[in-house]
């Protein structure tokens, strides 16, 4: 276990970078992680710039998320269901993951106080979803200790 910390990590324009107050540990979090979901299919991951910043984090599972770090915010709105997931071995670390999906209508990324073009991607059926989402009770067992 590697202990508890905020990151913040955005892909944009071919680039991954990550935000927060311990750049090791989040490029540890980006690496062993983030980079494995679903949603960074397929997108090149270059080395992430690290950037030293607290990161402010409001969530609300009934209303949505509000992160700012650095130059860069996330919000998220619009909370369409609430589901647990259990993953018995992650793509690309073998992790077992379990959390509460909250996907949501609505995200806006904005970088350097601009809003970047852009929205989620939702669809209805056969249950609600969207490439903007909550992760709620996020919890990781496994060993990544290696990576």
Request: proline share 10%; charged share 25%.
């Amino acid at each position: 276990m590697r202990g508890a910390g905020r990151a913040l990590a955005r892909w944009h324009d071919g680039r991954v970078r990550i935000v927060s107050p311990v750049p090791r540990h989040a490029r540890w979090l980006a690496e062993a992680f983030t980079r494995h979901f679903p949603e960074a299919d397929g997108l090149p991951w270059p080395e992430p710039e690290l950037t030293r910043a607290p990161v402010d984090l409001d969530v609300d599972p009934a209303a949505g998320l509000r992160a700012q770090a650095g130059d860069v915010g996330v919000e998220l709105g619009g909370p369409m269901d609430r589901r647990r997931t259990d993953v018995a071995a992650f793509p690309g670390n073998g992790c077992r993951l379990s959390n509460v999906y909250v996907p949501c209508r609505l995200g806006v990324l904005r970088i350097g106080g601009r809003r970047v073009a852009g929205a989620p991607r939702v669809t209805a059926a056969p249950r609600p979803s969207s490439t903007a989402f909550l992760a709620e009770a996020e919890v990781w067992s496994g060993d990544v200790s290696g990576r």
